[in-house]
T-cell receptor, first 113, second 113 residues
């Protein structure tokens, strides 16, 4: 079945370090791929998305490229800030009629000043 | 501004009591979803609704019930049959399209005392 696998956290980085959070997926057909961010005690916010192979989603300095050949959608940021500390979820959506998400388990990022 | 509102933000329930969590959206979205999030865990789908007067069970529907009498509203009842109801509950809504992300509410934290 369809699934999303994320790297386990927590990921702890110093401010201005480079961030990569790995995400790989298994899906039938051609899914759309998403990254969401959750700050403590809040709901999830859409960070970026990519809807077809080789698309690059970007927002607030974060980027992710839809790689069909490696079934991956890794999240990257060149220089993280303390305010980026949050939990990041990778998700896919397939056109199976229900348009439900399949979420990864989330990766907690801690950025130290 | 359009959005999705969950209330209350914090809820305390005695064992054996039913409790209803509110979710209202003014985004004109057809689809609405309820997720449960446990500490350090990912999101698990409880129920979802694609159109008014119709809803389907998600992965962990036992001990929960929902209704969808209006497009704007999708309340979730946590019944006394739910064995471990203490969790963070998230409501979301979306357009029924593969490329469209979810809009999440800010969540309700339910604690059984």
């Amino acid at each position: 079945g369809d699934s999303v696998t994320q790297m386990e956290g927590p990921v702890t980085l110093s401010e201005e370090a480079f961030l990569t959070i790995n995400c790989t997926y298994t899906a039938t057909g051609y899914p759309s791929l998403f990254w969401y961010v959750q700050y403590p005690g809040e709901g999830l916010q859409l960070l970026l998305k990519a809807t077809k192979a080789d698309d690059k989603g970007s927002n607030k300095g974060f980027e992710a490229t839809y790689r069909k050949e490696t079934t991956s959608f890794h999240l990257e940021k060149g220089s993280v800030q303390v305010s980026d500390s949050a939990v990041y979820f990778c998700a896919l959506k397939v056109s199976s009629g229900t348009y439900k998400y399949i979420f990864g388990t989330g990766t907690r990022l801690k950025v130290l000043a | 501004d359009g959005g999705i509102t969950q209330s209350p933000k914090y809820l305390f329930r005695k064992e054996g009591q039913n409790v209803t969590l509110s979710c209202e959206q003014n985004l004109n979205h057809d689809a609405m979803y309820w997720y449960r999030q446990d500490p350090g865990q990912g999101l698990r789908l409880i129920y979802y609704s694609q159109i008014v007067n119709d809803f389907q069970k998600g992965d962990i529907a036992e001990g929960y019930s929902v209704s969808r009498e209006k497009k704007e509203s999708f309340p979730l009842t946590v019944t006394s049959a739910q064995k471990n109801p203490t969790a963070f509950y998230l409501c979301a809504s979306s357009i029924r399209h593969i490329n469209y992300g979810y809009t999440f509410g800010s969540g309700t934290r339910l604690t059984v005392v």
